[in-house]
């Protein structure tokens, strides 16, 4: 009997931890899809990643004080598809991914250049959810910043 009871515990483990990485992949390819969107200037893939009513922020600070500065998703999206193909490339390491059930946190460094040349780097933070159409991102707030960026 004990046997069994391993075995069962065993696979468990191993079922849970494969759930866990196809969740995971699932959640790197929706935020990645923004970010092929962005540098193909393909709206239609960047849209793919984002929930219709998802909301979008940048931290912005003004004589040294820090505020949140909503930015409209759908002028995002117009912005992207406007683009030559190869202007806008956000490079990002994925550093944290959370998950719980339907809902994921993803936290990701990032170095953004225009045509080619170095603009700025910061952190991306996204909340996702996963709904009929699979993980869509609901919230992101990023830091944007010129100093302090490993070139």
């Not at 922020?57 to 930015?71: F, L, P």
């Not at 409209?72 to 598809?81: E, H």
């Not at 944290?96 to 603009?119: C, E, H, M, Q, R």
């Amino acid at each position: 009997m004990k046997k069994y009871t391993v075995l069962a515990i065993l696979l468990t483990c191993l079922n849970t931890g494969l759930f866990a990485q196809n969740e995971e992949a699932a959640i790197k390819q929706t935020v990645n899809n923004l970010f092929i969107g962005m540098k193909s200037g393909d709206s239609t893939i960047a849209r793919s990643a984002f929930a219709n009513d998802c909301i979008m922020q940048t931290i912005v600070s003004k004589n040294g004080t820090a505020s949140a500065r909503t930015e409209n998703l759908n002028q995002f999206i117009k912005f992207i598809g406007s683009v030559a193909k190869d202007k806008l490339d956000e490079r990002i390491v994925f550093t944290k991914i959370l998950i719980d059930g339907p809902l994921a946190v993803v936290w990701t460094d990032y170095k953004f250049y225009l045509n080619n040349t170095f603009s700025h780097c910061g952190v991306n933070s996204f909340q996702l959810v996963k709904g009929a159409k699979g993980w869509r991102i609901v919230y992101l707030i990023d830091t944007r910043r010129k100093d302090e960026c490993e070139e």
